[in-house]
């Protein structure tokens, strides 16, 4: 068979062509193979900064109807709450002060998607104002400043505390506002307050468990004075700077086991241990009347306490969830001590 000019030559283009495109598509397989392992290889790390520092923070702690406040939410909350403690010398207790910020988190979106129905507000002006109150020194001691020195001094102590706590100046104006709602909350439900009740005149030791109320006792029953281990022994720092003077105490403001003790011992005795939610009471009725009028602290009391039963209706009737659980705490308490940990001091340059 006589072969057509330019087959051979035509066939040989042809398998050159298959070799080259086999050739191509080798280097683009083995590309591909290559960018999914680099992706594969990206992705690890990636995932991993994600389900530790990302993730975590994105998980829900508590929900009050439509608002969901997340992990990250809370641990500014918290973090702000430890430096405010740690500035101002009080202790700040880890088994009890990260379960009360998830109260003060509800408590404060419960007022404020309640607001409308109580009609009551926190302009700005009554924000810049309580503000003013906490950052200027009170007027009997502002002596002839004027207005423009008394901004100054405000400007500087506020952005200092701004500063030290590293917050915005929008979140601490949010708190602020929560305040005001809730002073204006306890307003509105003062008809739910007695005008006259059931009181004693209370003096207390406050110490962390049963325990070390127990050795409080021992010591008192030796004869050591009761004053003077308030002073020293005493968590309740209000009335610890008065030898344990509590005051005028209502019922139903400090629990049941509280009043048990409280409005049944006879004046002048010493207590035994009373053990409550954060911690343990030592206590001495000194007065007690069947029924007083309410007034300055007993008056305080029992606005708090009407507020906190306003609380638990409204916890009732509306979507409050929390999803705190065992594992959520440790990390708060973990980090927590990482914000708290000192910054290393830069080493010194070498030795001459």
Not at 108 to 135: K, P
Not at 252 to 278: C, H, R, W, Y
Not at 285 to 314: C, N, P
């Amino acid at each position: 068979m006589i072969e057509a000019p330019g087959t051979a030559e035509q066939e040989r283009h042809v398998r050159r062509y298959r070799r080259v495109e086999k050739e191509k598509r080798k280097t683009k397989a083995a590309w591909f193979l290559s960018f999914v392992l680099g992706i594969v290889l990206l992705a690890v790390p990636v995932y991993g900064y994600y389900d530790v520092f990302v993730a975590p923070s994105r998980q829900p702690v508590v929900r009050v109807n439509d608002r969901v406040f997340t992990m990250g939410d809370y641990m500014e909350r918290l973090r702000i709450n430890g430096r405010s403690h740690q500035l101002s010398g009080e202790g700040f207790d880890l088994a009890l002060e990260p379960f009360k910020l998830l109260d003060t988190i509800q408590q404060e979106e419960l007022i404020r998607q309640s607001a409308g129905r109580y009609n009551i507000s926190a302009s700005n002006e009554e924000v810049d104002g309580s503000m003013r109150e906490r950052f200027l020194p009170p007027p009997e001691e502002r002596g002839g400043s004027s207005p423009e020195e008394l901004e100054s001094t405000f400007q500087g102590r506020y952005r200092q505390f701004l500063n030290e706590l590293k917050l915005p100046d929008k979140d601490y104006r949010q708190t602020v506002s929560a305040g005001i709602l809730r002073e204006k909350l306890k307003d509105k439900l003062s008809d739910r307050v007695p005008a006259v009740t059931e009181q004693a005149h209370v003096f207390g030791i406050h110490v962390d468990d049963y325990n070390a109320a127990a050795e409080v006792k021992t010591q008192l029953d030796g004869g050591v004075n009761f004053g003077v281990l308030a002073r020293t022994k005493s968590k309740d720092s209000e009335s610890s700077k008065a030898d344990g003077d509590m005051g005028w105490l209502p019922k139903k403001v400090m629990g049941p086991q509280f009043d048990e003790t409280a409005f049944n011992i006879p004046i002048g005795q010493l207590s035994d241990p009373i053990s409550l939610p954060g911690g343990a009471w030592l206590i001495r009725v000194v007065e007690k009347a069947d029924a007083r009028k309410v007034e300055g602290k007993a008056l305080q009391l029992l606005r708090d306490k009407a507020v906190d039963d306003w609380f638990q209706e409204e916890s009732k009737a509306n979507v409050v969830e929390r999803y705190f659980d065992s594992t959520k705490y440790e990390t708060a308490v973990k980090k927590l001590k990482e914000y708290e940990r000192p910054t290393a001091a830069p080493q010194q340059g070498g030795q001459g």
